[in-house]
């Protein structure tokens, strides 16, 4: 059963325009959600988190909104560029779960495609 | 440099032939973890150590092992591969400090990744 779905394989932006990734999870007890971005042989790296106390949490030009009734979170990139070009995996932990507080369970990712 | 570092990059077997991915961190974390990435699927945990002679399977760890004789290395072993381990793996680690859990991070640190193939 897939916890964490991201249910856009891919997304098409004009460069300067806005990209919203979506990601959906049923785990009510995940209390923290993080995105990573990855490029074409290299390993993820880490974007921007939010903790299930927000709604939002904002980075430069990544903001991330959280949306814990609907089970819902979402990434803006805004104003896109080129060299935003990645797959970027959503990914949530369940803090309160012991020994498994650090697992990461992550979505199956979305390929964004800035177009210059 | 703080760095994940995983070896070989790439590397080409034939089924059963034992081979080791190694992997290390420079950071002093306590938790690492190897996860493989397939078309379609995503990120999937293979196996995870808390600390130094702690490990524990993921969610995929048939045909897998693993060691944690040392807090830097957590290398990944498998001892008859089979064409259904062709995949890319990435090793990553965390540090398990952070206070309160309530304002833990869980950021983990990710390694450039082996693909390995297997014929």
């Known amino acids: 059963d897939q916890q964490v779905k991201q249910n856009s394989p891919s997304l098409s932006v004009q460069e300067g325009r806005i990209s919203i990734l979506n990601c959906d999870y049923t785990?009510?007890?995940?209390?923290?959600f993080l995105w990573y971005k990855k490029y074409p042989a290299e390993g993820p790296t880490f974007l921007i988190s939010?903790?299930?106390?927000?709604d939002k949490n904002e980075d430069g030009r990544f903001t991330v909104f959280l949306n814990k009734s609907a089970k819902h979170l979402s990434l803006h990139i805004v104003p896109s560029q080129p060299g935003d070009s990645a797959v970027y995996f959503c990914?949530?932990?369940?803090?309160?779960?012991?020994?498994?507080?650090?697992?990461?369970?992550f979505g199956k990712g979305t390929k964004l495609s800035v177009i210059p | 440099e703080a760095q994940v570092t995983q070896n070989p990059r790439y590397l080409i077997t034939v089924t059963g032939k034992k081979l080791t991915v190694t992997c290390s961190q420079n950071?002093?974390?306590?938790?690492m973890s190897w996860y493989r990435q397939d078309p379609g699927l995503g990120l999937r945990q293979i196996y995870y150590?808390?600390?130094?002679?702690?490990?524990d399977k993921g969610d995929v760890p048939e045909g897998y092992k693993v060691s944690r004789k040392e807090k830097r290395n957590f290398p990944l072993i498998l001892e008859s591969p089979s064409p259904n381990q062709t995949s890319l793996y990435f090793c990553?680690?965390?540090?398990?400090?952070?206070?309160?859990?309530?304002?833990?991070?869980?950021?983990?640190?990710f390694g450039p990744g082996t693909r390995l193939t297997v014929l």
């Open positions: 939010i903790s299930s106390i927000k």
């Open positions: 950071m002093n974390h306590e938790y």
């Open positions: 150590s808390m600390n130094v002679e702690v490990t």
């Open positions: 990553a680690s965390s540090p398990l400090a952070g206070g309160r859990r309530q304002i833990r991070s869980n950021e983990q640190f």
């Open positions: 785990n009510s007890m995940f209390d923290y």
């Open positions: 990914a949530a932990s369940d803090r309160s779960s012991g020994a498994g507080s650090y697992q990461l369970t």
